[in-house]
Nanobody
Framework: VQLQASGGGLVQAGGSLRLSCSAS????????IGWFRQAPGKEREFVSA????????SYADSVKGRFTISRDNAKNTAYLQMNSLKFEDTAVYYC????????????????????WGQGTLVTVSS
């Protein structure tokens, strides 16, 4: 599967953005999707993940209550709705995919993911 993240941009603190992760190739519905981010000078970190069916999700503590992950398998797209953005959310955001094992486990480490999109830059001005 090939993944492409989009939707990044410049937003003021307190604002919102919705990122999209579009997939090409077959069987998007058989992939778990994760979102990760890398801020300048920092290591890439987990943000959120969702299993193939959308019924189980996981969030980093830093974004809980502000970000919402979802997916539309009919559109081969996953989303990350980001509300109440903070300056510290500034980063390049990547989506990643992993073939499902259908265990219900939500994958939240980058080593578990096999396919990566190119990243989209989110800049939050304070």
């Amino acid at each position: 599967v090939q993944l492409q993240a989009s939707g990044g941009g410049l937003v003021q603190a307190g604002g919102s953005l919705r990122l999209s992760c579009s997939a090409s190739g077959r069987s998007f519905a058989s992939y778990a999707i994760g979102w990760f981010r890398q801020a300048p000078g920092k290591e890439r970190e987990f943000v959120s993940a969702i299993i193939w069916s959308g019924t189980s999700k996981s969030y980093a503590d830093s974004v809980k209550g502000r970000f919402t992950i979802s997916r539309d398998n009919a559109k081969n797209t996953a989303y990350l709705q980001m509300n109440s953005l903070k300056f510290e959310d500034t980063a390049v955001y990547y989506c990643a995919g992993k073939p499902e094992d259908y265990s219900g486990h939500v994958f939240n480490t980058e080593d578990e993911y096999d396919y990566w999109g190119q990243g989209t830059l989110v800049t939050v001005s304070s």
